[in-house]
């Protein structure tokens, strides 16, 4: 598993402290490159500051739900591929709001199989875009 | 009748002296003018002569006092013969009437019997006979052995013919008599007979039998009671309104339902009779309305609630009526029942509040366990992810360190779900009334003193300055002292997680107006004024930031208050964003709580 995320740039946004860690730690030894966000202030600002290519988002925080935050980072942030956490119970209503939203959603204690998978995804796509954007940067050199 | 013959009967001198008087006076008439013939006409006459005017003037005289006597006699004779002949009609007319009487006597319905002074029956009627076949009155049976069975040796002591006979006036009684299938009862009448000179010589006796309408009178009385018991000691109202509009019968429990005395409003209209029992007008309208509308349809039914206004009370009442209608289809009048329904009014509203209220709890209690298993599965959530991942196969690959790091996570997840499910029993307990406190005399500065020895280590680490401020003079309370410890662990905690490095935490407690106030005031980032109110209730956390990444369950607050609360006391919170918090808690002196602990004996409260 080790190294299969090398160089994905990934935010990880949970106000608790413990799982932000935990997931910061799973994630850096996948070979990403982690940023962590206890508050969703602190996830804008790092946003503002540099794009990622996944950012892993809790559910439920003070001030603005996980949902909130992707519906205002998404249309400035279209190339980056956002994942709900939640440790709801009640999943019908989560996956129906994600679903809305088109965003995928994992359920406390994370599947973290499942997680690979998405972020594998997001791997894929970050090469593909970097590819195209090399391209683009040669095609504006020519 | 009998004054009316003997004026017919001795009409004798009258008719003599009517006869003989004018026969004198025709004498001496023709005497006096014999004689004056004899003086003025003779002395001119010859003997022959003279003797001839004597025959003839006598001849003329006599016949003329003969015609005269026959008249009379003949008039006096036809005037004897009516006379006999109206007396013989009367006396038939008399004879028809006594026959008539006899036989009304004879055959009336009830037994008719004379009973003579001496007791003896002098006659009987045929109802008596066929009563009574074996007495004869021509032997003179004594009343009592022949109307008794068995004979009686001296009269019954109600006889009323025999007080009748006694003081001549009418008396009455009921016997009742054994029946081959019951008892039948006899009325008896004495009625007084007279002589001429007024002495009682019988009395006459009318036995009649009134056994079935005794019984029906029974009956009647006996449904008369019922009727009137039921509508005595119903709770309803029971009405008819007539024809005309007015207020024909009201009946039941007229005082206690419509607070007036019926008598007051019978006979009246009822917009006057709304006007006394003071209907609200809108109600008495609606009342016409429906009235009026169920008689303009032709319908029958009136049925509907009524609000009013009882000596200033509302009162609803519930109203059940049926308009009646001739054969032709011309209005008679209606009947309605009225019942109070306010009690079972109160006791919906009662219900539907209380339903209301268990929802609503109900509903608080799905949130709290929503909210308890979304906190609940974080650290399960930390848990499995780093456990997971330790046992992978690839962990070998991680330092120890980061294996330490992994382990210590799981360890402080693991004791913050402790944590938690220790806090939401005590919610559960708390919220299903089971709080027990086991007060203890306790010195509340050294409770106070013991807990901020607990917290100063992890304030010295954050680099936070705890302080004290006993107040002079603090009684001796009588509290629960582990569940009092809890509450200010929890603030004092509270106080140091929301604090930053070089503030200060400060506990202060003094005593004021019969209370003791306990305040813990920290100078951290403060709470928005919105979410102050729901800082007490379960998971109502708020948007304030623990300053080392500590975690809270939500409870801790909510907790505190109950445990307050179950002392007697007030908690509250103030704080100002930016400029830190202020959380404070009054205790009475006197006051232990009344279901847990023995009162403080008296003059112990200083």
Sequence with gaps: ?142 | MASAVSREIVPGRPGVLRTLGPSALLLLGGTTAFETLKQVVYPGLSLWQSHAVTIVFSTLAGTAAAHFLLRRYRRTRRRFDDEMVRRRRTEDEAAAIEQRYRSVVENIGIGVAVVNRDMSVGALNRHMRAWFPAVNPVSRPVCYRVFNDPPREEPCTYCPVVKTLEDGRVHEAVTKTPDGTGTRSYRIISSPVRDSSGRVTAAIETVEDVTEREQAEGKVRRSEERYRWITENIQDVIYSITSKGTIGFLSGDCEGILGIPAGDVVGKSLVEAGSTVSVLPEALQHVMELYGRTVAEGRQAIDGEVRFLRNGEVRYLEHKGRVQYEKDGTLAGSIGVVRDITERKRAEAELGRRNAELVELNDLKNQLLGTAAHDLRNPLSVVQTASSFLLDRDSKLLTEERKATFIRRINASSQFMLKLIDNLLDVARIESGRLDLELEDCDLCGLVEDNLTLNRMLAEKKGIRLDFVPGCGLPTLRLDSGKMAQVLNNLVSNALKFSGSGTTVRVSAARMNGSVVVSVRDHGQGIPAEELEKLFKPFGTTSARSTAGEKSTGLGLAISRKIVEAHGGTIRAESEVGKGSTFTFTLPVAAAPPPTGPGRPQGDGR
């Design chain 1, 1 to 142: 598993v080790n190294g299969t995320l090398h160089g994905l740039r990934v935010l990880l946004v949970d106000d608790n402290v413990h799982m932000l860690e935990t997931m910061s730690d799973v994630l850096h030894c996948w070979g990403a490159r982690v940023d962590t966000a206890a508050d969703v202030h602190t996830a804008v600002v790092r946003f503002e500051q540099q794009a990622y290519d996944a950012a892993v988002v809790d559910m439920v925080m003070p001030g603005m739900s996980g949902i909130e935050l992707i519906r205002l980072l998404r249309p400035a942030h279209p190339g980056t591929v956002f994942v709900i956490l939640t440790a709801y119970a009640d999943r019908r209503s989560v996956q129906q709001a994600c679903t809305d939203e088109n965003v995928p959603v994992l359920f406390k204690p994370v599947d973290l199989e499942e997680l690979l998978r998405l972020l594998s995804d997001a791997t894929g796509a970050a090469a593909a875009r970097q590819g195209g954007a090399a391209r683009a940067t040669d095609e504006s050199w020519n």
